[in-house]
């Protein structure tokens, strides 16, 4: 239904940070929440955070009080901010569509390319 283009990701030292962006094509943005997955080499795809079509919020543990997530529903983006980066935090980040915020596993569309986060020791 929507396109997503994911972008942001870069090459970071530890304790640094990020500011990914996922754009999205077509008129009916506002009404969907959206989250943000990684997937680590070796590891399955988790969510890290989601954001409702009103705006509440809901983070994996491991993002909670480092990263942030937020809407511009006029400029149709997502947005993961991501401060304190650790090694851990290495992965490509997805963005994708969800039925709900917090049901991780209910998604619309399909995975797109994703941006790579690398955060250096």
Do not use: H
């Not at 943005?29 to 989250?35: K, R, W």
């Not at 963005?95 to 690398?118: A, D, E």
């Amino acid at each position: 239904q929507v396109q997503l283009v994911e972008s942001g990701g870069g090459l970071v030292q530890a304790g640094g940070s990020l500011r990914l962006s996922c754009a999205a094509s077509g008129r009916t943005f506002s009404s969907n929440p959206f989250g943000w997955y990684r997937q680590a080499p070796g590891k399955q795809r988790e969510l890290v955070a989601s954001i409702s079509s009103g705006g509440t919020t809901n983070y994996a543990s491991s993002a909670k009080g480092r990263f942030t997530i937020s809407r511009d529903n006029a400029k149709n983006t997502v947005y993961l901010q991501m401060n304190s980066l650790k090694s851990e935090d290495t992965a490509v980040y997805y963005c994708r569509q969800m039925v709900s915020y917090i049901s991780p596993n209910l998604l619309v569309g399909s995975w797109g390319q994703g941006t790579q986060v690398i955060v250096s020791s």
